[in-house]
């Protein structure tokens, strides 16, 4: 039985953001600008997706992060989160982990492929891509971006909970085309609820 319900988990497919999933990203952004600035802006503060709201005082703020030696020390130095190298490699085991991030330009796609590396995330599936609807077939795609479910033909649309998403998903929810739409604090609370849901019946039966 555990064998069957073992292969029945292999068949799945994973679609996994790398920034605010993998990489602590506003961890990263955090140290550059009160470094920089001389403030204290804590995590909870971190209230806006987009830098250019959050940082209102910037003139051009995603410019300022994400190009030039910012962007290098962002993408190369921003750490992993903690934990979830050990659920990333469990989702690798159990299936196909496909890498779906929206970072573009040559040099922040290269810095992101070598933060991957040398970070142990290892997979020959990435996919760099802004609209994210466009990535079909998945079983469950995890972001912590609400507006990259919008149009989102997955299963399963799992969010990465972060201070910048905690407003009301009712609209995100009804342009998600997912069959359910879930919050997690992050991947490693997922892949140990996925884990412990498959033995307690047929895993293609497991509704989250």
Not at 24 to 29: C, E, H, M, S, T
């Amino acid at each position: 039985m555990k064998n069957q319900k073992r292969n029945n988990m292999e068949k799945l497919k994973f679609g996994i953001d790398v920034d605010g999933v993998l990489r602590d990203l506003v961890g990263g952004i955090l140290n550059i600008y009160n470094s920089k600035f001389r403030t204290n802006i804590r995590r909870e503060d971190f209230v806006h997706y987009d830098v250019k709201d959050q940082f209102p005082e910037l003139p051009d703020a995603a410019s300022y992060f994400f190009s030039g030696q910012i962007a290098r020390i962002l993408l190369c130095n921003s750490s992993p989160i903690p934990g979830l190298l050990n659920a990333f490699n469990l989702l690798s085991e159990i299936g196909t982990v496909y890498i779906v991030t929206s970072q573009y330009g040559y040099e922040n796609i290269s810095y992101t492929l070598n933060w991957l590396y040398n970070n142990g995330f290892r997979t020959d599936q990435i996919c760099f891509v802004n609209d994210k609807s466009v990535v079909s077939g998945l079983d469950y795609f995890i972001d912590d971006n609400p507006k990259k479910f919008i149009g989102c033909k997955c299963k399963h649309g799992i969010l990465i909970d972060m201070p910048y998403n905690r407003h009301d998903m009712t609209d995100i929810a009804s342009q998600c085309h997912c069959e359910d739409f879930t919050r997690y604090a992050n991947l490693e609370a997922f892949a140990d609820s996925l884990v412990k849901s498959s033995w307690n019946y047929p895993f293609w039966s497991c509704k989250m």
